[in-house]
């Protein structure tokens, strides 16, 4: 064996690295932990959606009724008047163009549309108005349906084709989960009703 041989033989004695069977464990740990995380953020953002989707329609009701205070009924109320008036907060337009152009293209925190309508209420046209949240997956439905939104003002509530009145309200978890799973596309509108 020659000096050139010997050597080589020598430094790959000393060299040292991770076996595959190391590096296969080390990538299993990373990938339960990405699971783990994706999971964890995506619980977070429905959390987040639900509670801004609450601010916005807490928002929505408080200026409509400011808008609105100097008269007798709610005529004209509409998602162009809401935009020209500044009634929609900036996040609840669909794009910048609707948001400048005042063509009340609203959506909700859940990124389905946003209806405002005047409508009629004991038989008097536009004497009440409707806040309308379509495009509600089932985990969002639930949660805005059973959420307690108080009787002052709010006449009924439209989960799906199901209907609750003041005296149903806030509506029970089990009949909130069966208006909201009787969509076939699993999307659910909920529509609020106020005086």
Same mark, same amino acid.
């Not at 339960?32 to 807490?58: N, P, R, T």
């Given at each position: 064996?020659?000096i ?8 790959? /004695? +000393? ?6 069977? /190391?590096? &296969? !464990?080390?990538l299993?740990?990373?990938?339960? &932990?990405?699971?783990? @995380?994706?999971?964890?953020?995506? %619980? ?5 959606? =639900?509670?801004?989707?609450? *601010?916005?329609?807490?928002? $929505?009701?408080? +200026? ?12 004209g ?10 009634? #929609? ?14 063509? @009340? ?6 990124? !389905?549309? &946003?209806? $405002?309508?005047?409508?009629?209420? +004991?038989?008097?046209? =536009?004497?009440?108005? %409707? ?16 959420? *307690?939104?108080?009787?002052? !003002? $709010?006449? %009924? ?7 609750y009145?003041? #005296?149903?309200?806030?509506? =029970?978890?089990?009949?909130a989960? #069966? ?6 596309? %699993? $999307? ?8």
């Amino acid at each position: 064996m020659n000096i050139n041989t010997s050597l080589f033989y020598r430094a790959k /004695e +000393n060299q040292s690295g991770r076996s595959m069977v /190391e590096m &296969l !464990g080390v990538l299993a740990i990373i990938g339960v &932990l990405s699971v783990g @995380g994706i999971s964890g953020y995506s %619980k977070a953002m429905a959390k987040y959606k =639900a509670s801004k989707a609450m *601010d916005q329609l807490s928002l $929505l009701i408080a +200026n409509i009724r400011t808008a609105y205070s100097t008269m007798s009924n709610y005529t004209g109320l509409n998602n162009q008047t809401a935009a020209q008036y500044s009634i #929609a907060s900036r996040d609840m337009y669909a794009s910048k163009f609707s948001q400048i152009t005042g063509s @009340g293209g609203l959506m909700n925190a859940f990124g !389905g549309k &946003l209806i $405002l309508a005047a409508e009629t209420y +004991n038989g008097i046209e =536009a004497a009440g108005f %409707k806040i309308e949240y379509q495009g509600l997956n089932e985990e969002s439905c639930i949660q805005l349906a059973t959420a *307690d939104w108080g009787t002052g !003002g $709010l006449d %009924k509530v439209t989960v799906g084709s199901d209907e609750y009145g003041v #005296a149903d309200m806030p509506v =029970a978890l089990a009949n909130a989960y #069966a208006s909201c799973n009787k969509s076939e596309n %699993k $999307l659910t509108t909920i529509v609020w009703h106020f005086y």
